[in-house]
Nanobody
Framework: QVQLVESGGGLVQAGGSLRLSCAASGRTFSSHVMGWFRQAPGKERDFVAVISRYGRSTTYADSVKGRFTISRDNAKNTVALQMNSLKPEDTAIYYC??????????????????WGQGTQVTVSS
């Protein structure tokens, strides 16, 4: 398993941008599919975006499509989430997660085996 640490969260006004980063330990980062999920207070942890092991394939939740971009740098063992045109409803704790690449892509949180501690994103109106 990889160890994951998120950073980059904060407070931003609606319409603004934030870039989240997730640093992974270990030498098997490129063997993992990476995903971002978010959890608002009192709600389930929801899928945001996922990227394949070499970054050739990405999938987004409809709610963030066109505003968020997931990317990865396998040389640096990092995955990023660029968030633009932020809305108050994007307020949540954001988590990165990993899944073995030979298990394929997934949008289900139950399919990801390693998780970071989360980073808070707050969007004010």
């Amino acid at each position: 398993q990889v160890q994951l640490v998120e950073s980059g969260g904060g407070l931003v006004q609606a319409g603004g941008s934030l870039r989240l980063s997730c640093a992974a330990s270990g030498r098997t980062f490129s063997s993992h599919v990476m995903g971002w999920f978010r959890q608002a207070p009192g709600k389930e942890r929801d899928f945001v975006a996922v990227i394949s092991r070499y970054g050739r394939s990405t999938t987004y939740a409809d709610s963030v499509k066109g505003r968020f971009t997931i990317s990865r740098d396998n040389a640096k063992n990092t995955v990023a989430l660029q968030m633009n045109s932020l809305k108050p409803e994007d307020t949540a704790i954001y988590y990165c997660a990993s899944r073995r690449a030979d298990w394929g892509m997934s949008e289900s949180k139950d399919d990801f085996s390693s998780w970071g501690q989360g980073t808070q994103v707050t969007v004010s109106s």
